[in-house]
């Protein structure tokens, strides 16, 4: 009987161990699959010029199975910054970065392979695991995941073609608010 109690007390630690371990072993992996691309800093930036008041831009880098999207938006003196990074065309980790009025918030999502969230960075650097991320960052990432596929239309392989077309599209879209209300505020001035 004791044999029998020592076998299962090894295996429940064992087991134990190895599950503890899992996320982090996950997490090193993805942090090894993209150190290399994640320090690429050779990206095309387009934006659509438009300066202190509103700019969007779209860069994207791919090597083989790996892919890193970068959506950046300026807005009245606040920068968002959402990189997404993707291993054969499924999200694994995105990290988001606002910045206002010189303060940076930075917070980290990981994914496994089934695209569940299994880590979460916030904004104070704490990690939260599995079952012990807050149900904002769980919606938050669902969020996120849902506007890159939507926005990168992430269902086949990405065409990074059709993105550019989409940003291009939203970008001369507000450009012409931009005229337009530019147009408004000149006909009212010339009738004040």
Known sequence: MKKICSFLCLFSILTFNSYSTTNDEIIAQIKKDFSKIKSENNFNMKSNGIEKIQANSFSS?????????????????????????????????????NI??????????????????????????????????????????????????????????ISTNEIKKEVEELNKEIIQKFDEIEKEFNSFLKNF
């Open 100 to 157: 206002k009025d010189k303060t940076e918030e930075n917070r980290e999502y990981y994914f496994d392979n089934e695209q569940k969230l299994i880590r979460y960075i916030d904004e104070n650097k704490k990690n939260y695991d599995n079952n012990d991320i807050p149900s904002y960052a769980k919606e938050k990432a669902e969020n996120l995941k849902q506007l890159t596929i939507e926005r990168a239309k992430i269902v086949a392989p």
């Open 61 to 97: 880098i791919q090597e083989n199975n790996l892919q890193k999207i970068i959506f950046n938006n300026y807005n009245n003196g606040e920068t968002s910054i959402k990189e997404y990074f993707l291993k054969d065309n499924v999200i694994k980790f995105i990290s988001t970065k």
